[in-house]
């Protein structure tokens, strides 16, 4: 059974820090991309940040560029999203997704990936 696991998230002032992390099991981890998406009240689930099985490229919603990290650990069945310089429209519930790497599509769709974690809560404040 495939599990996702985000931990990481709290409440933190507006110019703030946050890691989220995300552990993987029941999966090849090395053979999916790994995906961050966010959801608000009111809005749809935007996708955040992306990256390859392989780590060897990133791909990041315009409104995080210069601000958040992806990374990921194949060792560790791991994958981090650093977030710096945090503003309260960063304000939602991060889920961490896992898509097979041979998807076709674009890494922005979320129904594209197979696995999904029970998300965790940030809040940032002004």
């Known amino acids: 059974q495939v599990q996702l696991v985000e931990s990481g998230g709290g409440l933190v002032q507006a110019g703030g820090s946050l890691r989220l992390s995300c552990a993987a099991s029941g999966l090849t981890f090395s053979s999916y991309g790994m995906g961050w998406f966010r959801h608000s009240p009111g809005k749809e689930r935007e996708f955040v940040a992306a990256?390859?099985?392989?780590?060897?490229?990133?791909y990041y919603v315009d409104s995080v560029k210069g601000r958040f990290t992806i990374s990921r650990d194949n060792a560790k069945n791991m994958v981090y999203l650093q977030m710096n310089s945090l503003k309260t429209e960063d304000t939602a519930v991060y889920y961490c997704?896992?898509?097979?790497?041979?998807?076709?599509?674009?890494?922005?769709?979320?129904?594209?990936?197979?696995?999904w974690g029970q998300g965790t809560q940030v809040t940032v404040s002004s």
């Open positions: 997704a896992a898509r097979y790497r041979r998807t076709a599509g674009p890494v922005t769709t979320g129904d594209l990936y197979q696995h």
């Open positions: 990256i390859t099985s392989t780590g060897d490229s990133t």
